[in-house]
């Protein structure tokens, strides 16, 4: 099993700033994951992070806005950028290979 | 486009009753399916895993789930519910025709009464 941890756990931003998001494996990990759980909805993918190269982004996702980087097999960050209250939600990182996905605790980002 | 379905929103159920939870995939070739749980405030957690094999797969604390091909379906049981097991329980499945993301379902929110 993987333990991940995600930093910070919460936080309250003002429109139009940014906010990083970092994601920390315990053990070397295949494949890592972000993901946003609005209130009352599910998981939503919103990128794979690629170690070493651009991550691949879902439908209706973007670079400009959900900047993501994963500099090694252990480590990943998201940055909601430009952020608007719809940011307002749950943005979960998860790792793991084909057979298993470990979730981190998700950090609760608010918008005003 | 592949999508996972789970019927049921929201349950509330005394202890003792039993659970059936509702979950269907889209067809897309050979799939893998799992069940998650997220109790109050923590992570999500891995309840159970169909790969292959016996469709009837058995998980953690007395949850199974039965994978019926014929009816694209992947229900979560358990015989006789807990006050502990109040949580949210996610259905999702990858295909491994395509790059194996996880597709998850809307979720259901478990109540149970002590």
């Known amino acids: 099993s993987a333990v991940i941890s995600q930093k910070p756990s919460r936080d309250i931003c003002q429109r139009g700033t940014s906010l990083t998001i970092q994601c920390q494996v315990d053990?070397?990990?295949?494949?890592m994951f972000w993901y946003r759980q609005q209130p009352g909805q599910s998981l939503t993918l919103i990128a794979t992070?690629?170690?070493?190269?651009?991550?691949?982004?879902e439908s209706g996702f973007v670079i400009d806005k959900f900047p993501i980087s994963r500099p090694n097999l252990t480590f990943s960050t998201l940055t909601v950028s430009n952020m608007s209250p719809e940011d307002s939600s749950i943005y979960l990182c998860?790792?793991?290979?084909?057979?298993?996905?470990?979730f981190g605790p998700g950090t609760r980002l608010t918008v005003l | 486009a592949q999508s996972v379905s789970q019927h049921n929103h929201h349950v509330i159920l005394s202890e003792a009753a039993s659970l059936e939870l509702g979950c269907n995939y889209s067809?897309?070739?050979?799939?893998?399916l799992f069940w998650y749980v997220q109790y109050p405030g923590q992570h999500l957690q891995l309840l159970l895993k169909?790969?292959?094999?016996?469709?009837l797969v058995k998980g953690i604390k007395g949850f199974e789930a039965e994978f019926i091909k014929s009816k694209f379906s992947f229900n979560l049981r358990k015989p006789s519910v807990q006050w502990s097991d109040t949580a949210e329980y996610f259905c999702?499945?990858?295909?491994?025709?395509?790059?194996?993301?996880?597709?998850f379902g809307t979720g259901t929110r478990l109540k149970v009464l002590a």
């Open positions: 998860s790792a793991g290979a084909t057979d298993t996905q470990y």
């Open positions: 053990s070397q990990v295949t494949m």
């Open positions: 992070a690629n170690q070493g190269s651009e991550a691949t982004y």
């Open positions: 067809y897309g070739g050979t799939v893998n």
């Open positions: 169909y790969f292959s094999g016996d469709p």
């Open positions: 999702a499945a990858t295909y491994t025709s395509g790059t194996y993301k996880y597709i």
